[in-house]
């Protein structure tokens, strides 16, 4: 299986680790990526936040490049790209004139046809089965708790995807990989997402509130699928602990990373080893 | 945005009680939603709750009457910039993204190290604090260290296009309030 893929900006920056993990997994799974040509920001929140048409515009351009290449579907592992490469999408769908606006202004002919896709959504569709079949090394001992955040499943109208507000993919994922994800409160709640330069206090609290929930339901590490809460939970671990004078220790690990494992690939290539968190 | 009414809220709080900022909140959501029925914008672009918002989108996502409660907040925060109302130390939150669009134009892509620069620079110059300024200098080492740390960000090869995306977004937005507002009908002088 082959599809489009577009990294976004964190998967090519400092989130560089998820980027290997999302490409080494899913080789081992056998899904081909084809990486958007010449890419371009989906905008993230400061164009949604600043300017309501550059935010449908920019990533537009995204879906009229895939269009252009031949893609009909388009993996964004960073939930932050997949939504708003969603939200153009579902914009572009209301009207023919729309539409020829948007194709103006990205200079490209945008339908809006691409299916665009999350990490997890890839996984379902290679398949439980299949990925259970390739399983080398089952994932006893991980009681992960499997954290969402906001944007794999908010809003929900534009996402379709999973329940908002009792979500359960990653979980039915891990458990057939022999895991055993741990009951919690917080896998909906906000870490505070792209706060953390802008706003360290909040991103602070927020994460300490998820990092402290999981740990008291049993939890021996975190699974997310998202850069931002693996930024928040993980690199900013040591500051949560210094300012709430508590000891974590979770490892937070990314989704593709535990299957991975599961898979066989070792730390190096999944990059686990750039994680801020290691295992004791 | 563009489909929110912000009439149809009845108050009943689903919002507030959902939102992970409301305890830091002068004002909670629901009280902004009714602000803004009741045409009162200048004291809701002066409360510090707009800023306290995460856009987690679990407002718009549980109101049952569909208001985009967040986009109204993100129309709030637009409007307050546009109108100099916001005081400078609640105002990081527009400057970062201010500098993130900037860095977005220029490059396609974003340059981390030039944005945390740029921010840094723009949110000391603004309010003189110098530990904000000096904080997450020892995370550099700790990046290079991971291989997490690009002195020169990746650019577009096609630099053209994305600024003339930016021009052509840019010029009508100017003459146009934010839709969430607007929807209301509401003009405040």
């Known amino acids: ?280 | 945005m563009a489909q929110t009414s912000v009439g149809d809220c009845y108050q009943c709080g689903k919002c507030s009680a959902g939102c992970p900022m409301a305890e830091h909140m002068d004002l909670l959501p629901n009280q902004l939603v009714r602000l803004v029925q009741m045409e009162r914008l200048d004291r809701a672009l002066r409360c510090e709750a707009i800023w306290k918002c995460v856009s987690c989108m679990t407002c718009s996502t549980r109101c049952p009457k569909s208001v985009d409660c967040a986009g109204v907040l993100d129309a709030l925060r637009q409007l307050a910039v546009e109108r100099g109302i916001a005081a400078p130390e609640r105002r990081r939150t527009v400057l970062f993204q201010q500098a993130f669009l900037d860095n977005i134009r220029r490059n396609g892509r974003l340059c981390e190290l030039e944005l945390i620069g740029v921010f840094k620079t723009k949110a000391f110059l603004a309010d003189r604090n110098i530990p904000l300024l000096m904080k997450d200098a020892l995370l550099a080492p700790q990046l290079i260290k991971r291989g997490k740390f690009h002195l020169r960000g990746e650019r577009v090869r096609d630099r053209g296009i994305v600024e003339r995306i930016f021009a052509k977004c840019q010029a009508p937005l100017a003459a146009s309030p934010p839709a969430a507002v607007a929807s209301n009908n509401s003009h405040p002088t």
């Open chain 1, 1 to 280: 299986m082959d599809i489009g893929y577009y990294p976004g900006c964190a998967l090519h920056g400092s989130s560089n680790d998820y980027g290997s993990s999302v490409r080494a997994c899913l080789a081992a799974l056998g899904v081909g990526l084809r990486e958007l040509d010449d890419w371009i920001c989906c905008g993230a929140t400061a164009a949604h936040s600043l300017n309501h048409l550059l935010a449908l515009a920019l990533p537009a351009r995204n879906l009229a490049i895939a269009q252009r290449d031949g893609l009909t579907d388009l993996l964004a592992p960073c939930p932050m790209c997949s939504m708003e490469l969603l939200k153009a999408h579902a914009a572009l769908a209301s009207s023919a004139e729309y539409r020829r606006k948007v194709s103006e202004i990205v200079e490209l002919d945008v339908q809006g046809t691409t299916q665009v896709l999350n990490l997890i959504q890839v996984l379902q569709r290679v398949g439980l089965e299949t990925i259970k079949e390739k399983m080398v090394r089952p994932l006893a001992a991980f009681r992960p708790a499997c954290y969402y955040g906001c944007l794999l499943t908010r809003p929900a109208k534009t996402l379709q995807f999973d329940d908002c507000e009792q979500p359960t993919s990653m979980e039915s994922i891990l458990r057939e990989l022999g895991a055993e994800p741990v009951e919690w409160n917080l896998k909906t709640e906000c870490c505070g997402a792209g706060m953390t330069l802008a706003d360290e206090d909040t991103v602070l609290e927020l994460s300490h509130k998820i990092l402290g929930n999981a740990a008291e339901h049993g939890a021996n590490c975190m699974v997310v699928a998202c850069p931002m809460c693996h930024v928040n939970l993980d690199m900013k671990q040591p500051d949560v602990d210094r300012r709430y004078g508590c000891h974590h220790d979770l490892v937070v690990y990314y989704l593709s990373d535990l299957v991975g494992l599961a898979l066989g690939l070792d730390e190096r290539t999944l990059g686990i080893d750039r994680h801020f968190v290691a295992k004791q």
